[in-house]
């Protein structure tokens, strides 16, 4: 008898094949080591879309003459205003920065004299006058350290008026997207100055006209010197193609008189610092040498060297002066 009871009882404790074993499970079981065995891998939330202007509403609010925004009585313009018929100003959509061009207005404003400043309320006030006009906000807080460090300098320094102090203080972006063009908006604050930048968007017009290299050779036989016209990119040395027929121009007036030798002199108009005029000069000189040498002129016949600001040939107060003080000379050597 104790045999036959040994006998049942290691055949109940056999193990059965794991099939067999799985079958007998109650459902709730089965279901809940398969949620353990096979739980599925979440995937990776959608990067932000790049920012697009059709994403906004479009608006039809009535609005002034350029910069279309005032401010109250109480706060001054710590300097003279920048404006600029054709420029462009670098605004963070939340993502990334966009570089827009086009009429473009910069500010640095401080309380007026026995006025305590209220971050709180110029804030109210230019957020009540943005609204107004149709703006929509995109963004609000301080701009990521590692975006503001991948701008170039030079492109740091001449946007500073409108930029502000956004390694420490936050930034808000607005834009009012019209029928037509669109107008962007930068505004940072902190306890003492808010800084804002306005730009209304419009194409680039090239207004320089090339000279064929008969009326350089007669400038240069004249004056010594000859004017020629290249487009570069905005705040850039980068020579724009439009510029390919005044370069060839050149080309051709230096290998029709092997013996000529010539200095490319850079200019700026006085918008930003000085530092960053001659660097700029400079380089686009250096740019309009390094495209003559690549099209096959000696580099021995060629200086290049960036001016600045210095020598203006027109008044600085309007954008038609400015745009004649921006150039590059050729000065026979």
Not at 88 to 95: D, S, V
Not at 108 to 117: D, I, M
Not at 209 to 218: E, G, H, R, V, W
Request: proline share 7%; aromatic share 8%; net charge negative.
């Amino acid at each position: 008898m104790s045999v036959l009871c040994l006998a049942v009882l290691v055949a109940a404790c056999g193990h059965k094949p794991e099939a067999d074993n799985t079958s007998a499970m109650p459902n709730s079981t089965v279901a809940q080591t398969s949620t353990v065995a096979f739980a599925p891998v979440a995937a990776p939330a959608p990067a932000p879309a790049d920012f697009s202007i059709d994403n906004v509403p479009v608006s039809n609010a009535p609005l002034g003459k350029f910069p279309f925004f005032g401010w109250p009585d109480d706060y001054v313009p710590q300097n003279k205003p920048q404006t600029n018929d054709f420029a462009h100003f670098l605004f963070w959509t939340g993502k990334s920065f966009k570089d827009v061009e086009g009429q473009t207005f910069m500010v640095t404003l401080v309380a007026a004299q026995n006025k305590q400043f209220s971050t709180y309320e110029l804030k109210k006030n230019m957020e009540a006058l943005f609204q107004q006009a149709g703006a929509v906000k995109l963004y609000e807080d301080k701009i990521p350290t590692a975006a503001l460090k991948a701008i170039p300098d030079a492109t740091r320094m001449e946007l500073l008026m409108g930029l502000g102090d956004v390694w420490n203080d936050p930034s808000e972006t607005w834009v009012i997207h019209r029928p037509h063009d669109a107008i962007w908006i930068h505004y940072t604050t902190n306890t003492s100055e808010a800084s804002i930048a306005v730009v209304q968007t419009k194409p680039f017009v090239p207004t320089a006209a090339m000279l064929p290299a008969d009326q350089l050779k007669s400038d240069l036989d004249k004056t010594g010197k000859a004017v020629i016209h290249v487009n570069f990119a905005t705040d850039q040395t980068q020579i724009l193609p439009t510029s390919a027929a005044q370069i060839d121009a050149v080309v051709a007036l230096l290998k029709a008189d092997p013996s000529l030798k010539l200095a490319i002199n850079g200019y700026t108009d006085d918008t930003g610092t000085d530092e960053h005029n001659v660097t700029l000069s400079d380089g686009r000189a250096k740019a309009v040498q390094a495209t003559l040498v690549a099209a096959g002129i000696t580099p021995g016949r060629l200086q290049a060297k960036g001016y600045g600001r210095i020598s203006p040939v027109s008044s600085n107060t309007d954008e038609t002066g400015k745009a004649t003080n921006r150039r590059v000379e050729l000065v026979k050597l």
